[in-house]
């Protein structure tokens, strides 16, 4: 019976070493893209995508949350910007120009400094085929050796379900705060 206890602990050792389970691990390269995207099958989990596409400085993830028309969805992605820029907003505005705005935000910003997105006075309007979303909105966008860009006012956001039953974005309406920059204004000063 010794030699039975012997050999299972010298097995039990021999497998513990041979599967690296107390090993060190690679760290990970800081160059990949972090993602903290879920599947948005409510309205709310658009908007924190939203958010994690900022923080995680993920244009990518950023560009899932908007309507591409179809097969997805039989309705193509349109941004109204703020009265104050209206008349200097280019007229084609749809996801790609999304998708490169921000590509080129998050490459002109330190790396290792988070972009904030923040929503407050939000009101969830969710009927049949739709839901309207509304709130204040805060961005801050990190600036190397300076004080970050803020970008403040209102938006609303129409959202349909895709054929994959994920909730999108087709419409946004910016809405400018007479005392601060509007998102309107970050998107034509990193668009180009």
Do not use: H
């Not at 658009?46 to 990518?60: A, C």
């Not at 966008?141 to 129409?158: A, R």
């Amino acid at each position: 019976m010794k030699t039975f206890y012997k050999i299972s602990i010298i097995s039990f050792i021999v497998t513990l070493t041979a599967c690296d389970l107390f090993q060190v691990r690679e760290p990970e390269d800081p160059s990949k893209t972090k993602s903290s995207y879920r599947v948005p099958v409510e309205p709310k989990d658009v908007i924190q995508n939203l958010i994690n596409s900022f923080k995680d400085k993920n244009p990518n993830d950023y560009k899932k949350n908007f309507s591409t028309g179809l097969p997805l969805v039989n309705r193509d992605f349109f941004f109204v910007p703020s009265a104050n820029v209206l008349t200097s907003f280019p007229t084609d505005w749809y996801v790609d120009e999304e998708f490169q705005y921000l590509n080129n935000l998050i490459t002109r910003s330190p790396q290792d400094i988070p972009i904030t997105l923040s929503f407050t006075d939000e009101v969830y309007d969710i009927r049949a085929d739709s839901a309207i979303y509304s709130a204040n909105y805060f961005l801050s966008v990190p600036v190397l050796n300076s004080e970050p860009k803020v970008f403040e006012g209102s938006l609303k956001f129409t959202m349909v379900t895709d054929i994959n039953a994920a909730w999108i974005i087709y419409f946004w309406e910016d809405i400018a705060n007479p005392s601060s920059k509007s998102w309107s204004e970050c998107k034509l000063e990193f668009y180009l």
